[in-house]
């Protein structure tokens, strides 16, 4: 069977109003389960009271659970958010479960599974062990796809690994201030940013550069020139988390069902802005991904 493959941070954002599952890499596996997709995740989880939400929140959502691994020792990753005008900052700890992820439990429940699209981010590979699981499935998908969201958190990346992940992508999300950090630009104007995104994808060989701008939209830079698409209005803005990561997942369904890319950012900017209309990132409102569909 060849299936998307997600390997990265499962957790909690600790929110004034309470404690919200997501994490990037899980919410993408979430949002591809809705788009139709049986996505693996791997990721890891402690085995206490919210590792066991986590669990059962993906049984309720009939998502894949054999790649999440249980680590007896660490307890499941927490985050501090501070929202302010709805906007989401995160103070991310080290050392805790998604830090752990071990490279021959991820092989393991990969299986004889086949690869369709690997999909990484530099958060969950901040840790030797967790890196390692990483390298093991690129090693298993040298000839596969690869859809990269650098998701740059700070302090938890670095230039030179930013280059390696460039260069295994074939596919790049960025926002626009990640590409403003990794091209060096200084208060760029729209058409720096367009500048840039084209050198990015023409110096790492990239099929497709997505570049998020929030309520702006977002615009893509290819082989074929750019395009761009505006986001819709947000009518009830409860906070921003996890739209980055809803638009990634219909940026990769898109490129899985054959979509232009001019037809993956309309879409996935629709769906982004709709996110933003509830807290945190994910939804059993199966309705929700009508939307774009």
């Known amino acids: 069977m060849q299936r998307p493959v997600i ?3 499962v957790l909690f954002d600790c929110l004034p109003t309470g404690d919200v599952l997501g994490g990037a890499h ?111 499935l690129l090693k298993k998908n040298q000839h596969g796809k690869c859809f990269v969201d650098l998701n740059l958190r700070a302090p938890w990346w670095n230039a030179q690994q930013n280059a390696e992940f460039l260069a295994l992508a074939d596919w790049v999300k960025l926002t626009d201030e990640e590409l403003t950090h990794v091209c060096h630009l200084k208060n760029p104007a729209i058409e720096d940013l367009h500048k840039a995104a084209s050198q990015l994808q023409r110096e790492y060989k990239l099929e497709s550069v997505f570049i998020t701008r929030g309520e702006y939209g977002a615009f893509v830079v290819n082989d074929k020139g750019l395009f761009d698409a505006h986001a819709p209005k947000v009518l009830n803005l409860v906070d921003t988390i996890g739209a980055g990561d809803t638009f990634t997942a219909t940026a990769i369904a898109g490129k899985l069902l054959g979509w232009s890319d001019a037809d993956i950012i309309e879409r996935a900017c629709k769906l982004a802005a709709k996110v933003c209309e509830q807290s945190g990132a994910v939804t059993l409102d199966k309705s929700f991904y009508q939307l774009i569909m």
Not at 37 to 43: A, D, W
């Open 7 to 9: 390997i990265g941070e």
């Open 26 to 136: 899980f919410n993408v596996a979430w949002h591809l389960k809705g788009l139709g997709f049986e996505p693996l995740l791997i990721g890891r989880i402690g085995d206490d009271a919210l590792g066991k939400i986590v669990l059962d929140k993906m049984h309720t959502w009939n998502l894949e659970t054999r790649g999440m691994q249980i680590d007896h020792e660490r307890p499941t990753t927490t985050t501090e958010v501070t929202l302010i005008n709805g906007q989401a900052s995160y103070g991310i700890p080290m050392g805790k479960a998604f830090d752990f992820i071990d490279a021959d439990a991820a092989l393991k429940a990969l299986g004889d599974d086949e690869i369709s699209i690997l999909y990484f981010g530099t958060l969950a590979s901040r840790h030797p062990v967790s890196l390692a699981a990483l390298q093991a």
